[in-house]
């Protein structure tokens, strides 16, 4: 597996930040998280004036063996009529990113589908979905190390155009149950407070879900030792590429803001292979999906929204970009006491 360079932002700079946040005409602290957030991004950045310029995201499309069991109320081929979709402009994705100025890229990873000649998709395709990883492992080593070059190669893109600001999504059938297994490995959670509805599955097919999950951790065993082997065994190709492109974005000091139940499993799995990348993750809302909140809290990461949003890619990011677009200008556009000649009333 490639090896990123992430470090903890650098905190020397933190005192100079939180005077300048402490020094506009509001009382100290009236902001709240706003006031967090803008020290967070100033981090990132090394500035007292940062920029969430260019903000691009990343539409990541595959499929899952693992769908064969009937694990998803949908069926696979769900996943190539919504990629065409979102190249038609159709698709939630496409309405929140119009309306919030980001560039979307709809990416091929492993859609069980020919894809390559539509237009407006990059074909990045590593093979036509994954293996059914309740008989063995969703990828092979190499697909692995292809699928995490993808998402980083596509941050190299996106940072080329200028971007400051990332925000990633999934469109895949059957993507909840490698995130459900991955939150059961990594923060030792049991499989079953772990698996929810996905797209809509009925109690008898939770139930279903959930024997499935079980027979495939049992055959996996529980080995947690090598956690890229974790990633390979159950993941998709969408989400380890989101993986690439998180530590990617890290290693750049670009702000990732990070979607619902899936992206947080990704982010999760990110944070597992590099701690420091979760520095730069802006956490934006807490799903509908089971165990979207117990994941959050694992990570002590706060939500920004409470929307009950179990769409996926990556809408509740897009969502929530307002708020720390607000956050940035905050720190930015407001006066000071001093050039307001306004007496400190704090």
Known sequence: MRTFKIEVPDAGMRDAIQQKIDNLNKPKGSLGMLEDLALQVCLIQQTLTPSLAHPC???????????????????????????????????????????????????DVGVDHDLSSVPGITDRKIARGTRNFLYEPAMTE???????????????????????????????IGNTSPSSIWMHLFCDIPLRECIGAGAGLDTPGIRHKYEVLSKAVENYGENQGDRSLILRQFGGFEMIAAIGAMLRAAECHLTVLVDGFIMTACALAATRLYPASQHYMIFTHSGDESGHRRMLDFLHARPLLTLGLRLGEGTGALCAFPIVDSAVRMINEMNNFDNAKITKYF
Do not use: K, Y
């Not at 990541?60 to 919504?82: A, C």
């Open 142 to 172: 190499d697909e692995f190390d292809q699928a995490i070059e993808v998402g980083a190669s596509l941050v190299d893109d996106c940072i080329a155009e200028g971007c400051r600001v990332l925000c990633i999504g999934e469109m895949g």
């Open 57 to 107: 995201h990343l539409l990541l499309g595959g499929d899952h063996g693992i769908e064969r069991e009937g694990v998803s109320v949908s069926p696979r081929e769900v996943t190539w009529q919504q990629m065409i979709n979102f190249t038609r402009g159709g698709g939630g994705v496409n309405m929140f990113c119009r309306q919030h100025g980001f560039h979307l890229r709809v990416v």
